[in-house]
C-alpha cells in the first residue's frame, strides 16, 4: 500500500524561463473608456493588468516565493485509487502535538487552491492552551496544481469526495469534521453523504441549496414565493441571482469548453492572471485590497497543473451536480455548521437550508462583513466560527474526534 511522501516545490528552470518570457513579451491590449464606478464591467481593466504585469516583471520572485512555501507548508503526495483511476494527490498536513486534537479536512475549490488555508494552520497549537486544537488537512483537487489529473471523464464530486475519505483514513483518521467553501462545500457535502459514520461534522462558507419542495415544504415554500424575507436575507439572495445572471459566463464557458479555453489560459501567464484576477474582484468584500504577490502566486500555481481539469471540473461536476448532491440532505449523525459572509455569491437562509440543506443544524452565523474567501479575507473570523461550531457538537461527537489518529 502507497504511503505519503514528502513534497517540496521545485518549479524547473526551464518552465520558470518560459513564464517569465511570456510575462517579459505580454502585449496588454486597451480597454474602452468605462464610466466612474463601471470599470469592471467588461473584465479586468487595462489599468490593473498593467500594474500587475509591472509588478510581476520588476518586483515578483517565484524562488522567494517558492522557498516561503516550502517553509510553511508540510506537504505530501500519496497514491489514491479511486475506480479506475489512480490520483497521486497533492496534500498539506500538519499535525498538532496536543492531545486531543481534532482532525479538519480543509476543501478549496476554484478559483482557489490549497494556499487557502494557510492563516489556519495556527489553529494546530492555539496561543490559548484551553482553545481546541486541530489537525490540518488540506488536499489539492485532482487536476488542480500538484495533484495528479484523472484520465477520463467522469470524475465528478463524488469520487473527488472518496479520494479525500481515503486520505483520511490513510493518515489515520477513521473520524474527522470537515471545512471548506466554493467546490470544497460541495465535495465535504458529498463526503458526508457517503461517510457519515467517518466524517461526522462540516463546516461550510457557501450555501448552495434546491428550492424547498412543494410536498416536503409546502409552508417553506410558500414562505419563500411570498419573500417574506428579511432585508438581509433579501440583500444576500439578490447578489446570488446577480452572481448567476451577471458573473457566471465562465462556469459556462469551462462547463462546456474546458478543453478549448485551457488551451488559451495554460499557454498565457498573463491570459491566466486576468481570467483568475476578475473573480477574486467580484467575490470578495468591496474595499480588499488583494496583494499582489498572492494573486501572480496563484496564477502560477494553476500554470504548474499542465492540466484542463481546473476548469474541466465545471462539466465533471455540474450537470449531475443536482442528483449527486443538491437533491440529498446532509444526514442528521453529521452535526453542520454554517458561517455565511454577506459578499459571497451563494447563500440560503436558514429556515430554507433546514428545509433543503442539512437535517442537523447545530451552527448557523451570517456576518456583517467578508467575502468568498474566508480564510484568506477574515482568517480571525473564521477561525472563531469553526471553534464555536466545535463547541455546539454533542459531546460524543467531540469525544470521537478527539480519539487520535490510529496509526
Known amino acids: 500500500m502507497a504511503q505519503p511522501q514528502s513534497f517540496k516545490i521545485d518549479v524547473s528552470q526551464e518552465t520558470l524561463d518560459w513564464i517569465n518570457q511570456r510575462v517579459r513579451t505580454a502585449r496588454i491590449i486597451p480597454d474602452v473608456n468605462q464610466p466612474n464606478g463601471k470599470e469592471w464591467a467588461d473584465g479586468t481593466p487595462t489599468s490593473t493588468m498593467n500594474d500587475l504585469v509591472d509588478y510581476w516583471k520588476n518586483t515578483y520572485d517565484w524562488r522567494k516565493v517558492e522557498a516561503r512555501l516550502n517553509s510553511t507548508f508540510k506537504m505530501f503526495t500519496v497514491d489514491i485509487p479511486e475506480g479506475d483511476e489512480v490520483i497521486n494527490l497533492h496534500f498539506v498536513h500538519h499535525r498538532s502535538e496536543r492531545p486531543g486534537a481534532i482532525p479538519l479536512l480543509f476543501a478549496h475549490g476554484w478559483p482557489g487552491n490549497f494556499t487557502e488555508v494557510e492563516n489556519l494552520l495556527s489553529i494546530t497549537a492555539p496561543q490559548d492552551p484551553t482553545q481546541q486544537a486541530f489537525h490540518i488537512v488540506a488536499p489539492t483537487i485532482p487536476g488542480f496544481v500538484f495533484s495528479s489529473s484523472p484520465k477520463a471523464p467522469g470524475f465528478g464530486v463524488p469520487r473527488i469526495a472518496s479520494v479525500y475519505h481515503r486520505l483520511m483514513l490513510k493518515l489515520g483518521y477513521t473520524q474527522y469534521m470537515g471545512q471548506g467553501g466554493d467546490w ?58 446577480w452572481w448567476m445572471k451577471k458573473e457566471s459566463g465562465y462556469s459556462k464557458i469551462q462547463g462546456t469548453k474546458p478543453q478549448t479555453i485551457s488551451y488559451g489560459l495554460m499557454d498565457s501567464p498573463i491570459g491566466m492572471l486576468a481570467w483568475l484576477r476578475e473573480k477574486f474582484d467580484s467575490l470578495c468584500q468591496p474595499g480588499y485590497v ?28 455540474i450537470p449531475a451536480l443536482k442528483e449527486q448532491v443538491l437533491e440529498k440532505r446532509v444526514p442528521a449523525k453529521v452535526a453542520f455548521g454554517a458561517s455565511c459572509f454577506p459578499y459571497d455569491v451563494f447563500y440560503v437562509p436558514i429556515w430554507w437550508a433546514r428545509a433543503t440543506l442539512a437535517e442537523n443544524i447545530v451552527f448557523w452565523r451570517e456576518h456583517p462583513e467578508g467575502g468568498h474567501f474566508p480564510s484568506v479575507e477574515c482568517p480571525d473570523s473564521l477561525k472563531n466560527d469553526i471553534w464555536e461550531f466545535v463547541g455546539c457538537l454533542p459531546e460524543g461527537t467531540r469525544r470521537v474526534l478527539r480519539l487520535g489518529p490510529k496509526l
Do not use: F
Open 290 to 317: 488583494w496583494d499582489k504577490e498572492l494573486m501572480i502566486t496563484w496564477t502560477i500555481l494553476y500554470l504548474l497543473s499542465g492540466s484542463s481539469w481546473n476548469a474541466r471540473i465545471y462539466k465533471e461536476a
Open 184 to 241: 470544497g462545500s460541495m465535495i465535504l457535502r458529498s463526503v458526508a453523504l457517503q461517510h457519515p459514520d467517518s466524517c461526522v461534522a462540516i463546516h461550510l462558507n457557501m450555501l448552495t441549496a434546491l428550492p424547498p419542495s412543494p410536498t416536503k415544504n409546502p409552508l417553506t415554500l410558500l414562505w419563500l414565493i411570498l419573500r417574506w424575507l428579511t432585508p438581509d436575507e433579501k440583500t444576500r439572495l439578490s447578489r446570488m441571482q
